[in-house]
């Protein structure tokens, strides 16, 4: 089976606004100081569709996809239809306790750190990073893409229509830098303001378009993704 062209796998990995959350990819491969192909993987937080894990094995990696409610046969089903299959192994891991330590050259997640956090669990945001830290080997990175707790409208359409609901707590921007404190190196960048306006994805990827188009103008505090890389 050919590789899938790049749009094929950026929208089966993250399914939702993928005009702004797939811009992890470029970053990440932009930044990261890793030889991919060949090397060893963890995606935290799977659940549904291709995850990060589709896109890091289309780009050589050998992926471990973890989760606690992943719909396995499903994301394996996605993973077959893209010809990774073979790079691809998953397991059952709670981000607060990963039993690897010093094992992987790259952990990534997405959109994991407000889930833990419900309910103003600060601490236990911190715990998941510490433990992501640790399953790293030296000079390994950590690949993150995460909501912001953005503006006051993000906040309201959150709690009527998203996960606040379910007391989500969203990362500040300004506490970014401490939650990346046991890295040697953290860089990152935001992106995202309008999009989670749209109700469908053909409105998101519109308003997305407008999003690349003003985000110069839209103080990163307001923007609702932070993405970046983590060495330790």
């Known amino acids: 089976m050919g590789v899938s062209p790049p749009d094929e796998v950026a929208r089966d990995s993250i399914g939702w606004d ?7 990819f470029t970053y990440w491969s932009e930044h990261t100081r890793l030889c991919l192909p060949g090397a060893r993987a963890l995606e935290i937080g799977a659940q549904r569709g291709g995850g990060l894990s589709l896109w890091m094995a289309t780009q050589g990696m050998d992926v471990t996809c973890s989760g606690i409610k992943m719909h396995t ?6 993973h077959a239809r893209h010809g990774v299959s073979d790079r691809v192994t998953f397991e059952s891991i709670d981000a607060l306790d990963i039993p690897y330590r010093d094992e992987f050259d790259v952990v990534a997640f997405k959109s994991v750190l407000g889930n833990i956090g419900q309910r103003d669990r600060v601490d236990l945001q911190r715990k998941a990073v510490a433990q992501m830290h640790g399953a790293l080997r030296p000079g390994g990175e950590l690949w993150f893409a995460e909501n912001l707790a ?8 959150r709690t009527r229509f998203g996960a606040g609901i379910r007391d989500w707590r969203y990362v500040k921007l300004a506490e970014l830098d401490g939650l990346f ?3 040697i190196q953290f860089h990152y960048t935001t992106v995202g303001f309008l999009a989670p306006l749209g109700h469908r994805e053909w409105q998101r990827r519109l308003l997305g378009t407008v999003d690349r188009a003003v985000m110069t103008l839209v103080p990163p505090a307001c923007r ?3 993405l970046g890389i983590a060495t330790k």
């Open 18 to 24: 993928v005009s702004n959350w797939s811009t992890c």
């Open 73 to 78: 046969e499903e994301m394996a089903a996605v």
């Open 150 to 157: 953005a503006t006051r409208l993000h906040a309201a359409l």
């Open 181 to 183: 404190c046991e890295f």
């Open 224 to 226: 609702y993704i932070a």
